[in-house]
């Protein structure tokens, strides 16, 4: 019996620390430009709505009021200014023509490492809820890669999934898909 009982105990002790541990993607950094498509059926993704913090860009996070951002954040011809990064259908992989913002956005991170963004990931209406909410955190954590990879730390970065809770336009057509396909960069 007491035999039985140690082992138990081992056992849940295992099982709590097993369970308490995290994992870092650090691995796997070397290929930034690289997403990862998503390979399930032939189901789309989801979005977000509104301006929570009014950057006029499409954004509903755009640059919170604590982030102190200069100026080159509404000049339009700064990429910083673009905080929506956009995908293709069924994708994660960032699109050719989103790498300089998501590099600007990593050069301006890697040299303010007091900064902190929340990389939110949407997906369109079609496709079921647990595949949107998968698709939003496989782009987020596309976007997270390549920002690693170029100097950002772990620490500035947040991922988050809505799927696609939060469109930022209504509409059941390939234009408002086009929209809500997106990681939005919100600097905090």
Known sequence: MRFNKTYLALAMTAILVTTGCSSTEEEGLADSTQGTDA???GLSDGSMSGSQFGSGNGSSFG??????????????NNPLS???IYFEIDS???KQDYVPVVAAHARYLASHP???????????ERGSSEYNIALGEQRSKS???????QGVT???????????EKPVV?????SAWQQNRRVEVGYQ
């Open 39 to 41: 390979s399930t059926s």
């Open 170 to 174: 209504s509409g059941h057509d390939e």
């Open 114 to 124: 007091n900064q902190h963004v929340i990389l939110a990931g949407h997906a369109d």
């Open 82 to 84: 673009k905080q929506v």
């Open 154 to 164: 772990a620490s500035q970065l947040e991922v988050v999934s809505y799927g696609e």
């Open 92 to 94: 994660s992989q960032v």
């Open 143 to 149: 976007v997270e890669r390549m920002m690693r990879s």
């Open 63 to 76: 640059s919170g009021s604590g982030a102190n951002l200069g100026p080159e954040f509404s000049d339009p």
